[in-house]
């Protein structure tokens, strides 16, 4: 009876983990929703851009820590759920459908990903051919600013000669 509660405790956790991973998928792709309204203003807010980085790296954490401990319970199950599938049947089929929704929630927060990385190097685009402008903006500036200060001294120059 210690083993069963036990089988019970491990699927249960199994379960648990599926449903944490599914909750934490939501608010990724709630937050990457969020960069996608950032990207389409005509100024990106960057500090609310860094702030959703951020968010999302404390929640990708938190999958890899369910992944590996839900990969450390299922090590402890997996032969007896192998052995006893129909005993388990109904447990192993939700565990299935919280998997299959959890991949279908993976593929939408890729694909999204996809969409706001192209927008980011559109944006990153722009930005390093302003900077460039304004680089080469300020390097002719400088040339002028110094061909002309030589041609002063040499009006200046020629000027003092001739009195």
Do not use: P, W
Not at 94 to 109: N, P, R, W, Y
Not at 125 to 148: D, R, V
């Amino acid at each position: 009876m210690g083993q069963e509660k036990e089988k019970e405790t491990y699927l249960a956790l199994l379960e648990d983990s599926l449903i944490k991973k599914s909750s934490i998928l939501d608010q990724l792709i709630e937050l990457t929703k969020e960069q996608e309204v950032i990207f389409r203003e005509e100024s990106i807010n960057e500090e609310r851009f860094h702030y959703i980085i951020d968010q999302k790296e404390t929640l990708i954490e938190k999958l890899l820590s369910l992944d590996r401990g839900f990969e450390q319970i299922y090590q402890h199950i997996k032969d007896e759920l192998l052995i006893n599938k129909g005993k388990y049947q109904k447990e192993i089929q939700h565990l299935q459908e919280l998997i299959a929704g959890i991949t279908d929630k993976s593929v939408a927060l890729q694909a999204a990903e996809r969409r706001n990385k192209a927008k980011l190097d559109a944006y990153l685009a722009t930005k390093k051919g302003e900077i460039k402008s304004f680089k080469i903006g300020n390097q002719t500036a400088t040339s002028y600013y110094k061909n002309m200060a030589g041609q002063h001294q040499g009006e200046a120059y020629f000027f003092d000669k001739k009195n």
